[in-house]
């Protein structure tokens, strides 16, 4: 076994890996020349740049690394490492040289590296192979891969009882002043465990995929939840005596008023986990037990998802691309909140990005950030709610205006005049369908003459879990299921069904394992109804019909409901039955 020559180490890495990258397509020569120059301006090397400008995510960025040292790729967030294994190289090890061992088969170790030209680390892998008479196995991860793999993210409950019982001590030696020395700071120790427990509870969550965090007093203890793939689970329970603690530490880094417990306050802060960089939004609210505070994680590393990952698919598709190229009106997305509407408007921003383009938005708040295109966020306290922000954007020479959510008259005015004055408008409503969006529109005081000129179509969202694919599996369908999926679907267009057979009725589960949490379910997606704007239907909302009439002449050109759609990925394997019928009843 010789490691050494295995990875090559000796050749230039950094220029030979960045023309690796030109040659194999993943940047252009124009690209590396300005990169180059902002790594020299900003002190950072090419592989931070090309994460933190999103030229390649941090897995994509191993993967490329991985084929130019001719070694495999492993991403250590997927996998379960057993103990044993763990304990094959000393913990010291494993720190210094930066670097895991993660599956055992036979007298082969797998050992994943982020690394492969770091001699001392391979002598030392090489040292140990022939100590124990084993084959060393090497595998390029990620960093973050690897800290979460190494243990960075310690277990929640062993870290937060640590500090804990640090806060006990202090407590203890509070009430014997004698024994402690003048020059100790009582408060500096005091917080130190404070800021652990913090810090732990944000960085679980942000390597857990979470999307908000939920931190809420009740009379003799502190709940810490975690909204993971649209469903809250409790993660911890906290004594009481630690939650005004808290509250400071997280006023501190929101940098809100710390001496203010009565009124609701609004804040926000940045930090990092690994190589993700993430916001989280911060809101506080009073309750009788104490302060609640709910945050939002906002990661501004991913990047926005396309349309089909998002689970348009088919008519609804077409329609959506029909309309996003129109040179104006209004393009209305519905759905609660938590829907993912955001999301959507951002993949079709993301579509429409280009030079010839401008694109101004006007957000609440700003989640993620998409190069190329003007992002502003309302603040109410000074005065720019959406109204007073979109009168302003319409100065900016917009091609593409996009307003986060229409919540009054005023706006909906504005929306509609900048469609009609040549603007393309994106914009989100809540109501439970798309075809709801125009008795809201007409109970906010808008003319139905006006809605037929601008709007160009509307679509309703919600998001269902996806099934984990390393645990699904078929499930046995009852007859009297296979009767209702049948007349669930009827009127569903054949193109909706490429690549199953509709007559035959499948469905799936996820048993649960270590990858999804033993959860069943890992990831989300959406299922969509979409109404484009035809003359039938503008002429039936100029006559005031009722909805049902809407809705019929709709399904006539091909339109299916959310629960249709939902129907379909439920065939398809996407999601359960539970999950549709879950975000689907009304």
Request: charged share 25%.
């Amino acid at each position: 076994m010789d490691l050494l020559a295995k990875t090559n180490p000796t050749r230039s890495p950094s220029a030979s890996f960045e023309q690796f990258l030109v040659d194999n397509g993943f940047l252009k020569p124009q690209m590396l020349a300005q990169l180059h120059a902002l790594a020299e301006k900003n002190g950072q090397d090419i592989d931070q740049l090309l994460v933190s400008q999103k030229i390649l995510d941090e897995e994509d960025l191993t993967k490329a690394k991985a084929a130019f040292f001719n070694l495999p790729y492993v991403d250590l967030r997927q996998l379960h490492i057993m103990p044993q294994v763990l304990a094959l190289i000393p913990k010291e090890s494993i720190n210094f040289y930066n670097l895991v061992p993660f599956e055992m088969a036979g007298s082969n170790l797998k050992v994943a590296v982020t690394d492969p030209t770091n001699l001392s680390a391979l002598e030392a892998l090489e040292f140990l192979g022939q100590k124990q008479n084993i084959q060393v196995q090497l595998y390029l991860a990620s960093d973050s891969s690897l800290s979460i793999a190494m243990g960075k993210s310690k277990n929640l409950k062993k870290v937060v009882g640590e500090a804990l019982k640090d806060i006990q001590t202090i407590e203890t030696t509070a009430q014997k002043p004698s024994e402690v020395k003048k020059e100790v700071k009582p408060q500096v120790i005091e917080d130190a465990p404070i800021i652990k427990i913090v810090e732990v509870i944000l960085s679980n969550a942000i390597e857990g995929n979470a999307s908000d965090i939920h931190i809420e007093p009740s009379e003799k203890d502190v709940r810490i939840r975690y909204r993971i793939d649209g469903i809250l689970h409790t993660s911890l329970m906290l004594p009481k005596s630690v939650h005004a603690s808290i509250i400071t530490r997280i006023k501190i880094l929101s940098n809100l008023k710390i001496d203010e417990s009565r009124l609701p306050q609004d804040g926000r802060f940045h930090m990092e986990v690994g190589k993700k960089a993430v916001d989280l939004r911060v809101s506080i609210l009073p309750l009788i037990y104490g302060e609640k505070i709910v945050m939002r994680i906002l990661d501004k590393t991913t990047k926005a998802p396309t349309l089909d990952q998002l689970g348009v698919r088919a008519k609804a598709l077409s329609w959506v691309n029909e309309n996003i190229k129109k040179t104006h009106g209004i393009f209305l997305i519905t759905g609660p909140t938590g829907s993912g509407k955001s999301t959507t408007l951002y993949s079709i921003l993301t579509i429409l990005n280009t030079t010839s383009v401008n694109i101004v938005t006007l957000e609440d708040p700003v989640e993620y950030f998409i190069e190329g295109v003007n992002q502003s966020q309302i603040n109410p306290e000074i005065g720019l709610t959406f109204a007073a922000g979109l009168r302003s954007i319409l100065r900016q020479d917009p091609n593409v205006v996009m307003v986060g959510e229409i919540r009054d008259r005023e706006t909906a005015e504005l929306a509609v005049q900048a469609a009609l004055t040549g603007h393309l408008v994106f914009s989100t409503l809540h109501t439970n369908n798309a075809i709801g969006a125009i008795p809201r529109l007409v109970d906010m005081g808008m003319e139905p003459f006006l809605l037929v000129a601008s709007i160009n179509v509307v679509a309703a969202q919600r998001l269902v879990r996806k099934i984990c694919p390393s645990c699904k599996k078929e499930i046995p369908v009852s007859k009297a299921m296979e009767e209702q999926m049948h007349k669930e679907l009827i009127g569903v267009p054949d193109e909706y069904f490429e690549g199953i057979d509709k007559n035959v009725v499948k469905m799936y589960k996820g048993e649960g394992c270590e990858k999804c949490g033993h959860t069943g379910y890992a990831g989300r997606m959406g299922i969509f109804e979409v109404l484009p704007s035809t003359t039938e239907i503008q002429d039936l909302i100029l006559a005031k019909s009722p909805t049902h009439k809407v809705y019929d002449s709709a399904q006539k050109i091909g339109m299916i409901s959310l629960k249709q759609d939902g129907m379909v990925k439920v065939l398809r394997g996407d999601t359960s039955l539970d999950e549709v019928i879950r975000v689907t009843t009304e």
